[in-house]
Structure formats: C-alpha cells, structure tokens
C-alpha cells in the first residue's frame, strides 16, 4: 500500500537542527575553555535545572541509569534489602535495584500504568527499604500518596523522571516528591543531549553533598577518597549543549500538551487511554493508547507511512535478567492486562497538529 504522508516516531536531525547554532556556540566556547570535566558548565547546567523543577539540590551524573543506581546507594539500600517497583517500565527501574543486590518486588499498576498505591503496604516485608516509581511515559503516578506511605513506613522513595521532567501534579513538579528524582538526558527524552547524561534531584542536603562526591570516584579533593565509587560525570559540553536548549523546553511542554489534547479529542469513543487524573499536567514523552486488535493496527498504520512503537512490550518480571532475584507480589492483572494493549503514537518536535490528524484519522477509519 502507499502512503501519502510518512509520520516518523522519531527524528533526532530535527530536533537537533532548531539549536544547531546555539550547540556550535557551545562547543567553540567548551574548547577555547579548555576545560572539560566539572568545572561551570555542569554547576550552571545543575542550578538550572533545579530553578526548573523547584528541587532543592541537583547533581549531575553521566545518565539516568547512574542517577538510579547512586541514588540507591546514597539511600544505603544493601544486597537483600527489598525494593517495591513496577513491572511496567523501562528495565533501568528495575535493573539498578538489582545492581546494587537488592531485590525488586514488583506490584501491579493503577489505571495510569502507574505503580498503584492501594498495594503498597501490602507488599512491605521486613526486608523492605525503598519504593521506587517511574512516571511513565510522563504520566505522573500518584507521588504525594506514594510520599505519604513511605514516610509513614521508614521508607526511601525514589522517582524515575526519565520520561517525567515538567511533568507536575497539582503544580508540582514529578522528581520533587521523593528523596531522590532521577533524570536522563538520553536523546530520546525530551530533554535530551548529543549523547548521554543525566541527574538526580534530591531533597536532602547531605544526601546531595555524598552524590557530589559519589559521581566522582568517592574524591575528597586531589588526593582524597572518603569511600569507593564509579565514574559518573556529566561532561561540560553536555551540560552546556543541555543549559542552552532548557531555556525552550517549556515551550516545547506546551506543544507536546497540545498535539496530546488533539489525540484525545480525535480519538475519543474509537480507542481508550490510560487514566490521566485532573491533578496532573504531563511531559508526554510519548502519547499512548489502549487498543484492540494491536498487531493489525500498526501494520495497517505502517501501510499509510504512520510509525508506532510499543513501550514497552514485556513486563520487566518477563524478562529472562529479571527471572532470577527478584519477587512478585500479587497477580499484576493490570499490568498483564495493560501491556497487550498499550500503543504508542507519534509524539516529538517533528510532529505537526497535521501529522496527529493524519495518525487519528488512519485509526478511526481502521476501527470503522
Ligand atoms: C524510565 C527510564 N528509566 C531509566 C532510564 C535510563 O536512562 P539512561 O539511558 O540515561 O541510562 C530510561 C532511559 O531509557 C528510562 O526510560
């Protein structure tokens, strides 16, 4: 079949090309600095960014899986301790629990594909010492609940931003609920660099001060080293490629809020759409669907030069790394009942208020 419009899910030259001048700027002023690992580059960059969500302090690290896995560290979760999470994630919220030995313990999710709150505390053992959220896709889950729990049981709570900075709930920024907020700059996110980076968003001041050290070999100073750690620093240039394109990303929020409304409105009555509370104002990483008859439909888009792609495919306790050192607690019919029906559609700088009618339209006319 041919298409008459070719709707890409992703295109990086454009949404590199509108601060092509800008990131030229930033790479002659990094070089003539001669200065390239942590120096005023990433302290800008981090000052921003915590001017941007309201945080209280941010560090910045190499990508958003290190943000995860020493902010677990920073929290002191041990091998064996047991970490709550959701199985509906991208595998980072899973794997850095695991990489620092802990357990995940995976519940299922509420209407928003969200960790569900109501099955927490059902799920905390002995052995419990964090709860760990993704706000998926930029949805937000129900973090001021989720605070509340863990406050309530001695418990660390940690947010994965990856897909969620500016996403807010009742005006609050996602990353700012928790102890920890984890970022990652992944060109694919929306706030993404020309390579990889992330942060961590923290609420507490020795916490922070430990992560500033933690990124970096555990150094004191020069000769220093209070304890071991990895290597995990953004670069300067990354940082300035990242300050220079922050400035535009409420703008880019909106947008994204728009074309997301217009899908909403579209499609209406043809598909569903997991549950976005009034309370929340999302990031939209990427818009998604609840359909029937999933396989038929992206080969039926395909047809009409529409990319879709699923996120994500597998329950994270599916997989085969996640068969070993992990626990389920409960049946996840939400979750198993979810992933065979989540879709995501076109949603970047690239698309068009056209494009999305264009994708809505090819959807209702297959379910007519
Ligand atoms: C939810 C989530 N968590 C963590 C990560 C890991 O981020 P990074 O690729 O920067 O390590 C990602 C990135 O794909 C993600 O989507």
């Known amino acids: 079949m041919t298409s008459s419009r070719a709707v890409t899910f992703i295109d990086l030259e454009k949404k590199y090309s509108r601060f092509s001048e800008k990131l030229h700027d930033d790479l002659d002023r990094v070089l003539s600095s001669g200065f390239f690992i942590l120096g005023n580059e990433v302290k800008q960059f981090e000052t921003s960014v915590k001017a941007f969500t309201g945080a209280k302090h941010a560090v910045a690290v190499a990508n958003g899986t290190d943000a995860l896995v020493l902010s677990l560290k920073a929290a002191g979760i041990k091998p064996g301790d047991e970490v709550i999470t959701t199985p509906m994630t991208y595998l980072a919220t899973a794997s850095s629990i695991a990489l620092v030995g802990a357990i995940p313990v995976f519940i299922d999710v509420d209407a928003s ?12 053992t002995d052995r419990t010492r964090a709860i760990s959220v993704v706000h998926l896709a930029g949805v937000p ?21 990856a897909q969620s900075l500016g996403a807010t709930r009742n005006g609050k920024m996602t990353g ?27 609420s507490n001041q020795d916490n922070g001060q430990w992560l500033g050290q933690a990124r970096n070999h555990g150094h004191a100073g020069r000769d220093d080293c209070d304890f071991w ?7 300067e240039l990354h940082a300035a490629f990242l300050s220079s394109m922050l400035p535009r990303y409420a703008e880019e929020l909106d947008c994204r809020r728009q074309l997301a409304q217009i899908y909403r409105e579209e499609l209406a009555g043809t598909v569903q759409f997991p549950l976005i509370s009034q309370e929340n104002n999302a990031s939209y990483n ?3 669907l609840l359909v029937e ?25 599916e997989l085969k790394a996640a068969q070993n050192g992990c626990r389920i607690h409960g049946d996840l019919s ?9 879709l995501s559609v076109p949603m970047a700088e690239h698309i068009t208020v056209e494009d999305v009618r264009y994708v809505c339209q090819h959807i209702k006319t297959f379910y007519r």
């Open 334 to 342: 939400n979750a198993k009942h979810m992933v065979k029906r989540i």
């Open 286 to 288: 990427w818009v998604m």
């Open 113 to 124: 594909l969200n960790l569900d709150p109501d099955l927490i505390e059902d799920a905390i």
């Open 293 to 317: 008859r999933r396989d038929e439909l992206i080969e039926y888009l395909a047809g009409h030069g529409i990319e879709v792609k699923v996120h994500y495919p597998k329950l994270i306790p």
């Open 229 to 235: 750690s990895i290597n995990s620093r953004l670069d």
């Open 141 to 161: 889950a129900q973090a001021e609940r989720i605070a509340e729990i863990a406050t309530k049981r001695g418990l660390v709570f940690i947010e994965d931003c």
């Open 176 to 202: 700012t609920f928790g102890d920890f907020g984890t970022l990652s700059f992944h060109p694919l996110k929306n706030l993404g660099t020309l390579g990889d980076g992330g942060m961590i968003l923290v």
